[in-house]
């Protein structure tokens, strides 16, 4: 069992940045065995994924939308993965969530339902 907590967030002019923590419980071991994705959902729409990180911590993935403005990374030692998030736009609010995958694929998968452990959820509201 991985417990995934969450950290960051808030409410940010457009333009703004903030920054994204989520650490997972368990062994290091565990956790360098999990690619990691950070998801959104915003009323009315499905949960997306915005990015994710392969186990190898070099394979990453993005959507369209954040391509150029958000980054992903983790850092093994501290069981922990990151989103870093610049030039933020009122589309972009949404409550965030961390999520772990555990399959044994070479890169993330991409939908919701294909991953295996949660965090709680971060609202981000941006205002123009």
Known sequence: ???????????????????????ASGRTS?????????????????RELVAAIAR?????????SVKGRFTISRDSAKNTVYLEMNNLKPEDTAVYYC???????VNP???????????Q????TVSS
């Not at 565990?30 to 915003?42: C, K, P």
């Not at 190898?56 to 369209?64: F, L, M, Q, R, V």
């Not at 998968?109 to 965090?119: H, I, K, L, S």
């Open 1 to 23: 069992q991985v417990q995934l907590v969450e950290s960051g967030g808030g409410l940010v002019q457009a333009g703004g940045s903030l920054r994204f923590s989520c650490v």
């Open 30 to 46: 565990v956790f360098r065995n999990l690619h990691m994705g950070w998801f959104r959902q915003a009323p009315g729409k499905e």
């Open 99 to 105: 999520a772990a995958d555990v399959s044994q694929a």
């Open 121 to 124: 959820g971060t609202q981000v």
């Open 109 to 119: 998968n991409r939908r919701a339902t294909q991953y295996d452990y949660w965090g």
């Open 56 to 64: 190898n911590g070099i394979n990453t993935y993005y959507s369209e």
